[in-house]
């Protein structure tokens, strides 16, 4: 089972930029995804990437804006957010999955701590 360990949220003010990471031991053929859940709401998918960095996927709100990457020397799945708005506060969590393309959560057997994001406006 891969373990994960996600670093990088915190506080930004809207427009600002946030870089999360995901640590990732024993994540060979395992697919790498982002969720995010806010208060009072349902855990949203945000973004995934294949084992070999192909593919990529977003939901769409996030297009344009977040960039997901993976660093597999490291074993580090990382997400850039860039022009970041109020409606991306969420905690976000870094998550795993043996299917090749899928958005739900469901699917995704193994799931870090998360970390939170707050955007102000």
């Known amino acids: 089972q891969v373990q994960l360990v996600e670093s990088g949220g915190g506080a930004v003010q809207a427009g600002g930029s946030l870089r999360l990471s995901c640590a990732a031991s024993?994540?060979?053929?395992?697919?790498l995804g982002w969720f995010r859940q806010a208060p009072g709401k349902g855990r949203e998918f945000v973004a995934f990437i294949g084992w070999s960095g192909f593919p990529t996927h977003y939901t769409d709100s996030v297009k344009g804006r977040f960039t997901i990457s993976a660093d597999n020397a490291k074993n580090t799945v990382i997400l850039e957010m860039n022009n970041l708005e109020p409606e991306d506060t969420a905690v976000y969590y870094c998550?795993?999955?043996?299917?090749?393309?899928?958005?739900?959560?469901?699917?995704?057997?193994?799931w870090g701590q998360g970390t939170q994001v707050t955007v102000s406006s």
């Open positions: 024993g994540r060979s053929g395992y697919m």
């Open positions: 998550a795993a999955t043996r299917r090749s393309w899928t958005t739900r959560a469901v699917d995704f057997s193994s």
